[in-house]
């Protein structure tokens, strides 16, 4: 006799089939009586009865004719949490990098500072070792690790509030269309405090790397202390904001704009797989390889303001206005003076400050950036 047609398998299959109808009607029953007793979330959210943040951000969201937020189209969402750690991780992308650089920035100071000296970055690099040793071409380090830390932490983590509130504000539709626009608002943004937060280490920094030996304290403590001392003539701490704005906004503006370009023509034309299809080690190698071309369009569109900042250095300078500096040194030389230094330097140092940050949100399951 077949198992399945035995007695005890026919009551076994009754049992359950009595079993399971019982089971579906108590849930169905007990769903009846929940919707009875609680509100759906929607229509607790319609409600609103707190008086949260929260409360109203799901209120608005869950609504009839509600408004599309670009925080929660992502995945991971875009919560605060998320903006903390791109926050952490662009802190380590730009501290690291430019203290690790710190070498060629100090020879590319001095050659915008003193060009006839400083003709070229080796022998820069060669007369700064002869005169000062190899504790020469580092001075300055410590704040510029602390500065472009501070800048990192906003740059970055603010980019991402700043697209996100800006895309939310265009629209479902509207931030697909104008995607780069607000690539451009939302980096331009972000760099505006960003500046704050750098601009007191990095008068001291440049003010440490273009001193001549003996006429400035190079360790960070006294330098700072003469730098707040001076104030009326070194106009610290925030006399550098705005060429500072003048250099690095442009900058910040082509470094998140041609980025996140580069990465979309990467994944659109040469990788055209899914993201998601490729190891994490290809997806780093295409964010290095992004952000090294952007740092090169970085490095051409803020130079000259990057001459500025390093003339407003030197003691000649001190009390003059910057149009004046300007006017001294003539367009030409602001514009290629020490340039082909920072086009390496730059290009570089964004590849890598694009990698590491990947890397940290890789790490900590955020996934890559770029073309999104």
């Not at 800048?151 to 895309?167: A, C, H, V």
């Not at 803020?302 to 003539?330: F, M, T, W, Y």
Request: charged residues 15%; glycine residues 8%.
């Amino acid at each position: 006799m077949a198992f399945g047609s035995s007695p005890l398998y026919e009551r076994a299959a009754a049992a359950s089939e009595g079993l399971s109808s019982t089971v579906t009607s108590s849930i169905s029953s007990y769903v009846r009586r929940r919707d009875s007793t609680y509100p759906t979330f929607t229509a607790l959210a319609r409600t609103a009865p707190f008086n949260s943040p929260f409360t109203k951000i799901a209120a608005a969201s869950v609504a009839e004719g509600d408004k599309w937020d670009s925080r929660w189209s992502h995945d991971p969402p875009h919560t605060n949490s998320y903006y903390a750690q791109c926050m952490v991780g662009g802190a380590l992308a730009c501290g690291l990098t430019h203290a690790a650089v710190t070498p060629l920035d100090v020879t590319k100071c001095n050659m915008q500072v003193d060009p006839k000296k400083y003709n070229s970055l080796m022998s820069g690099l060669r007369i700064l070792v002869a005169e000062e040793g190899a504790k020469g071409v580092w001075k300055g380090w410590l704040p510029t690790l602390i500065g472009y830390s501070m800048q990192g932490l906003f740059k970055f983590g603010l980019y991402e509030y700043f697209k996100d509130m800006y895309s939310t504000m265009a629209g479902e539709e509207n931030s697909k269309k104008y995607k780069g626009v607000i690539y451009c608002l939302g980096s331009a943004s972000a760099e505006f405090f960003a500046d704050i937060a750098l601009c007191p280490m990095e008068m001291v920094k440049v003010k440490v790397q273009t001193s001549p030996p003996g006429t400035w304290p190079i360790a960070f403590g006294p330098a700072l202390a003469k730098m707040s001392a001076n104030a009326a003539e070194t106009r610290f701490p925030f006399g550098s904001v705005v060429p500072l704005w003048s250099r690095q906004i442009p900058y910040t503006v082509a470094k998140f704009y041609f980025f996140e370009k580069a990465v979309s023509l990467f994944y659109t034309h040469v990788f055209t797989e899914p993201r998601e299809s490729y190891s994490k080690n290809a997806q780093l190698g295409i964010t290095f390889l992004s952000g090294y071309a952007a740092g090169v369009v970085c490095a051409i569109v803020s130079h000259p303001a990057d001459s500025i900042i390093s003339q407003i250095g030197k003691a000649e300078n001190q009390g003059k206005a910057i149009s004046k500096i300007a006017s001294e040194v003539g367009f030409r030389n602001l514009l290629t003076r020490g340039l082909s230094t920072r086009i390496i330097m730059i290009g570089t140092l964004t590849g890598l400050q694009w990698w590491i940050y990947d890397t940290f949100k890789t790490m900590a399951g955020l996934g890559t950036s770029g073309g999104k």
